[in-house]
Structures are given as structure tokens and as C-alpha cells.
């Protein structure tokens, strides 16, 4: 058995041709040593030779298993912000987006003021159906062409009418279908038809220009 002999609590060592044996104790015993740099011991707990490093004792026998990861360390402060790269070049242009839906219609704007009468107007008038005339410039006579079934206006001041040299709008009255206007003798002509082709005799006006 071994022999304490210091009161640094270091034992003898035996030794006999076959090695040395060291001091044999439980871990307790071992903790309650005050060792020394290099003092060495076999553990019967952990049956291990251990020796003391001078801060812990470090055993002799093989490396166990690696223990569990610890926890996450806090993570460290952000570092200083680094110069900015160089710019990268231009990317291509993308495809052209749709259409988008058209807006709403804008109001109307008034109605401007009626420019003054131009140089080409010769005469405008208002003829009942009985030839009667009920307004206009005063410039032009109305008669009724039964034989033709048409009105036949003459203009005042021997202005002799051509289709190639005037030109006539007729409105008629409602219940008629359309009129048309030619020469005749020198004259306007003016023939109404209803609805069913029909010459007829409506209630008229109309306004001639010269070329």
C-alpha cells in the first residue's frame, strides 16, 4: 500500500521490475489533495492514471466522446459599413406595359359665337305649302308647277339659276320623306316627296349659295 510521507499529500511510489504503480485513490480522496505540478495518480473511479496539470488533472487514459454543443453565444456588434461598390451596369429596358383604359369624355365647351356671312350666300326663304311666303331675305318670288308637281322660286334682280353655279339645302316639313333641288328655266326647283315617293306640297325653307 502506498505510504503518505509529506504533508504536501504526495505518496510513494512503488516500483518493482515489472513498472511503476502509482497511488491508487477514489476521485474523493483525489479532491481532497492539495497536489503539486506533475503529481500523478491512478484513479479507481474512473480507473485512469490522472495528473495535475497545475490547474486541473488531466487524465491519461483515452479522449471521450465529444460532450453536447453548448449554447449560442450572444451575437457580436454590427461592424463598420463598408464602402459602397461600383455602380453595375445598365439593365435593358423592359417590355412596354399596356394600354391603359381611356379616360372619361370631357364636358362639351359652349358654343361659339356665329361668324359673320360669307360672300357666296345669295338668298334663304320660308314658303308655306300654298306658295305663301312666310319669311327670308326678300329677294326671291315662290309659284307652284302643277304640271311638274314642284315649287319653282325666281330670284329678284335677274339672277338666273344653275346648278353649276349655286348650290340649294331644303328642310321640309315633318311627314315628308325628302327634296331635292335643281334648275329649271333659269329657276330653282324644288320637288317634295313623302314617304311613299309621292310628289307632295309641304311647308319649306330653304337657303342657296353661289360658287
Not at 364636358?107 to 357666296?120: I, Y
Not at 326647283?189 to 349659295?209: E, L, P
Request: net charge negative.
Amino acid at each position: 500500500m502506498p505510504i503518505f510521507i509529506s504533508a504536501q499529500t504526495v505518496y510513494e511510489v512503488e516500483a518493482n521490475p515489472d513498472g511503476i504503480i502509482f497511488p491508487r485513490m477514489t476521485t474523493a480522496q483525489r479532491n481532497a489533495l492539495s497536489p503539486v505540478e506533475g503529481q500523478c495518480i491512478f484513479n479507481r473511479s474512473s480507473d485512469r492514471i490522472e495528473c495535475w496539470t497545475g490547474a486541473f488533472w488531466q487524465s491519461a487514459g483515452p479522449v471521450g466522446a465529444t460532450g453536447a454543443t453548448g449554447p449560442q453565444g450572444e451575437t457580436g456588434a454590427t461592424g463598420p459599413q463598408g464602402s459602397t461598390g461600383a455602380t453595375g451596369p445598365q439593365g435593358e429596358t423592359g417590355a412596354t406595359g399596356a394600354t391603359g383604359a381611356v379616360g372619361p369624355q370631357g364636358e362639351t365647351g359652349a358654343t361659339g359665337a356665329t361668324g359673320p356671312q360669307g360672300p357666296g350666300f345669295l338668298a334663304y326663304g320660308s314658303v308655306f305649302s300654298n306658295t305663301v311666303i312666310a319669311g327670308g331675305s326678300a329677294n326671291y318670288q315662290c309659284t307652284w308647277d302643277a304640271l311638274n308637281q314642284q315649287y319653282l322660286i325666281t330670284f329678284v334682280g335677274g339672277v338666273r339659276y344653275s346648278f353649276t353655279k349655286f348650290s340649294t339645302q331644303v328642310t321640309v316639313e315633318s311627314g315628308s320623306s325628302f327634296a331635292t333641288a335643281t334648275d329649271f328655266n333659269n329657276r330653282l326647283a324644288i320637288k317634295i316627296f313623302d314617304t311613299n315617293g309621292n310628289a307632295v306640297q309641304r311647308a319649306f325653307q330653304f337657303t342657296t349659295y353661289q360658287y
